[in-house]
């Protein structure tokens, strides 16, 4: 009987030994892209430089926290000209403000692997909260965190001016993301 209450115990505490802790970000892994439309065509972009501070354990999602930071002249819209206009004062005003940051404060499991990120991303100057929903994949040496939402630009006062009409350029931008992070 006590022989069989030890195997019971440790069995029981196998899944704790094997908790795996998601700390260190693989930034050549790691991606974030943008579409838009612009006069009804897509247009597809991304960010080359950005900054991941992370932690996240599977057994206890509640307790991980994620701070992402854009470097916003590290955008690739499609061309020089685009990256260009994006750095002026109707579009990102990169002088004033060069990143894009989101901070999630709470993250909450929805089953599958599926979670749900709340927080703050503040772009341009302004701060909206935002709800990100996260698929986490679990790999042998790494795992992804593959995420998407919609921001709408004009909340942010991204294109501002002649670039406010909707009908020039669509006020709905896909952002989607992949973070791969290794375990302690």
Do not use: C
Not at 81 to 89: H, I, P, T, V, Y
Not at 109 to 121: D, H, I, P, S
């Amino acid at each position: 009987m006590k022989a069989m209450i030890l195997t019971l115990l440790a069995v029981l505490a196998t899944p704790a030994a094997h908790a795996v802790e998601y700390r260190t970000v693989l930034p050549k892994q790691s991606t974030i892209h943008f579409e838009f439309r612009q006069m009804g065509v897509p247009v597809k972009g991304g960010f080359k430089r950005f900054s991941t501070d992370m932690a996240f354990d599977p057994a206890r999602p509640e307790a991980a926290h994620a701070k992402i930071e854009i470097d916003l002249a590290s955008i690739d819209a499609g061309s020089s000209e685009a990256d260009d206009e994006s750095a002026g004062k109707l579009w990102f005003d990169r002088g004033a403000y060069p990143k894009a940051i989101f901070v999630a404060r709470q993250v909450r499991a929805l089953g599958n692997n599926r979670y749900e990120m709340r927080g703050t991303l503040t772009l341009k100057g302004r701060s909206r909260e935002m709800v990100v929903p996260v698929t986490y994949t679990p790999g042998k040496n790494a795992a992804s965190f593959d995420g998407g939402f919609v921001l709408k630009r004009l909340d942010f006062g991204i294109g501002e001016g002649m670039w406010a009409d909707v009908a020039t350029v669509a006020n709905e931008v896909r952002v989607t993301f992949r973070i791969a992070a290794s375990g302690n």
